[in-house]
T-cell receptor, first 114, second 112 residues
Framework: KAGVTQTPRYLIKTRGQQVTLSCSPI?????VSWYQQTPGQGLQFLFE???????NKGNFPGRFSGRQFSNSRSEMNVSTLELGDSALYLC?????????????FGSGTQLSVL | SQQGEEDPQALSIQEGENATMNCSYK?????LQWYRQNSGRGLVHLIL?????REKHSGRLRVTLDTSKKSSSLLITASRAADTASYFC????????????FGKGTLLTVNP
């Protein structure tokens, strides 16, 4: 069974640009969560989707958005990039039907904003 | 703000020794999980303990939970060099919260 796949693995952008990150969950998983990881702030929750509906959102500005498609694949978008958006963005999937049980993480997308 | 806080921030031991990491949290929880992360890669789930459980074992891992003290500990016995990683606790408040709140982690180095 394939794991959680995140693309791209690395990304370099400049300030002001926008970026879209992609996540394919484990087959059958309907919940996808996104986290931002930085050395200073650690792992910060961005949002969680289940069956195309956002069930929770973290404390990030509106520049951060996401969506989930009918096949459970998810994308997150960051517009008007800032230097502080440089981070490892992690996606995780789970069955999603009984709260936040075991999450399966992808390897992440390392975003560098110059 | 982080729900979980791990202690210590870094731990260095020799192969064969036991490693103990602690986690404290602030609010009531539904369950608590421990994850491992190798050098900036994705996290790997290790073990989940529910709020009504006090202790759980999985292989060389032993987790305890004390809800009265809002704390948990992860013990890795007979450590190996391959256990070198960052370890995070994560809490879930249950209900319709649908998120895990992670601590900042303990960096464990196991020297051969």
């Amino acid at each position: 069974k394939a794991g959680v796949t995140q693309t791209p693995r690395y990304l370099i952008k400049t300030r002001g640009q926008q970026v879209t990150l992609s996540c394919s969950p484990i087959s059958g998983h309907r919940s996808v969560s996104w986290y931002q990881q930085t050395p200073g702030q650690g792992l910060q929750f961005l949002f969680e989707y289940f069956s195309e509906t956002q069930r929770n959102k973290g404390n990030f500005p509106g520049r951060f958005s996401g969506r989930q498609f009918s096949n459970s694949r998810s994308e997150m978008n960051v517009s008007t990039l800032e230097l502080g958006d440089s981070a490892l963005y992690l996606c995780a999937s789970s069955w999603g039907t009984s709260g936040m049980e075991k999450l399966f993480f992808g390897s992440g997308t390392q975003l560098s904003v110059l | 703000s982080q729900q979980g806080e791990e202690d210590p921030q870094a731990l260095s031991i020799q192969e064969g020794e036991n490693a103990t990491m602690n986690c404290s949290y602030k609010t009531s929880i539904n369950n608590l999980q421990w994850y491992r992360q190798n050098s900036g890669r994705g996290l790997v789930h290790l073990i989940l303990i529910r709020s009504n459980e006090r202790e759980k074992h999985s292989g060389r891992l032993r987790v305890t939970l004390d809800t009265s003290k809002k704390s948990s500990s992860l013990l890795i016995t007979a450590s190996r060099a391959a256990d070198t990683a960052s370890y995070f606790c994560a809490t879930d408040r249950g209900g319709s919260n649908y998120k895990l709140t992670f601590g900042k982690g303990t960096l464990l180095t196991v020297n051969p």
